[in-house]
């Protein structure tokens, strides 16, 4: 038997389906690349800026010690801080833009507390690779320097949210009237 020469314009449409359908397939691979590349940028750049935030809470509160007597008598300190000691602030002689803080309560646990989150969300020791294991670790120091500066705010009794409104009901931070 002959051939029938409708069976190409038969199958017409199948065969514009499967190109499109291919071409979709294609078109659809690159992008999930580039938008998988710039989700991932986002995210790894919103980690990075947690945990740096973190590490400069740490750095604060670590500022924020007095010296102990043996730093006293040696004269050295951790590292230079940007904030007021008390002899400036008793001679006043402050910088403009130096902030004075209170200091810290001289607490054994609490300056573990603060190495700790120091150690956890300290940039230079972190992996910069992509590798599976490398993210994971990425993920548990913040998870771990997260955790550190809340055991630390609650122990000196700050917010860890600077713009967190304290003793305010839920209808005033709303703007919701209450109930008359």
């Known amino acids: 038997m002959a051939?029938?020469?409708?069976?190409?314009?038969?199958?017409?449409?199948?065969?514009?389906?499967q190109q499109g359908h291919e071409s979709g397939v294609a078109d659809s691979k690159y992008a999930?690349?580039?938008e998988g590349k710039v989700f991932g940028i986002?995210?790894?750049?919103?980690?990075?800026?947690?945990?740096?935030?973190?590490?400069?809470?740490g750095l604060v509160w670590q500022?924020?010690?007095?010296?102990?007597?043996?730093?006293?008598?040696?004269?050295?300190?951790?590292?230079?801080?940007?904030?007021a000691t008390p002899r400036s602030i008793?001679?006043?002689?402050?910088?403009?833009n130096v902030v004075a803080l209170p200091h810290l309560p001289d607490n054994t646990r609490l300056r573990k507390h603060v190495d700790s989150l120091?150690?956890?969300?300290?940039?230079?020791?972190?992996?910069?690779?992509?590798?599976?294991?490398?993210?994971?670790?990425?993920?548990?120091?913040?998870?771990?320097?997260?955790?550190k500066a809340k055991v630390i705010a609650n122990?000196?009794?700050?917010?860890?949210?600077?713009?967190a409104v304290t003793n305010v009901g839920i209808e005033d931070a709303t703007g919701l009237q209450a109930r008359r």
Not at 42 to 57: C, D, N, P
């Open 3 to 17: 051939p029938d020469l409708f069976d190409d314009l038969l199958e017409l449409e199948n065969d514009f389906y």
């Open 32 to 34: 999930g690349m580039i």
């Open 42 to 57: 986002e995210k790894g750049y919103e980690k990075a800026i947690e945990l740096g935030r973190m590490h400069g809470r």
């Open 90 to 96: 008793a001679s006043g002689k402050l910088d403009e």
């Open 155 to 163: 122990i000196v009794g700050e917010s860890l949210n600077p713009a």
């Open 118 to 147: 120091q150690s956890a969300s300290d940039g230079i020791t972190v992996a910069k690779d992509n590798s599976d294991e490398a993210v994971t670790d990425f993920d548990d120091r913040i998870a771990k320097a997260s955790a």
């Open 63 to 83: 500022s924020r010690f007095r010296p102990s007597q043996r730093e006293v008598q040696t004269g050295t300190s951790h590292q230079q801080s940007p904030f």
